[in-house]
């Protein structure tokens, strides 16, 4: 198991600031941790997989992926995630 040891040198490895580092440990579970001693430590191979994104989807999730939304609500307006209700004819 390949270590990296410190924050220099991990962001060293995925050529980021350590800020962006930072906030993808926070938000998007970037693999890496502190120790008791306060030193960041992370595998190679788990950095570098989290960096590569999610494995591509199988037949199975692309078939949930491509079910339809339950009738009776459109959206207001995209990107809000406000739904209006909608009447008997769709509009």
């Keep these: 198991m390949a270590k ?3 924050m220099n040198a991990i962001v060293n ?3 980021m600031t350590e800020s962006t580092v ?3 440990i926070q938000r998007e579970g970037f693999p890496a941790k502190k120790t008791k001693e306060g ?3 992370a595998d190679k191979k788990e950095v570098d997989s989290f ?3 999610p ?3 199988t037949a199975k999730t692309k078939k949930a992926a491509g079910k ?3 009738a009776g609500k459109k959206k207001d307006r995209p990107g809000t995630g406000r739904d209006r209700r909608v009447g ?3 509009n």
Excluded: S
């Design 22 to 24: 930072m906030l993808k």
């Design 88 to 90: 008997p004819d769709g």
């Design 4 to 6: 990296l040891e410190g």
């Design 13 to 15: 490895h995925v050529k």
């Design 39 to 41: 030193i960041w430590v």
């Design 55 to 57: 494995a591509p989807k």
């Design 68 to 70: 339809k939304k339950a």
């Design 51 to 53: 960096l590569a994104g």
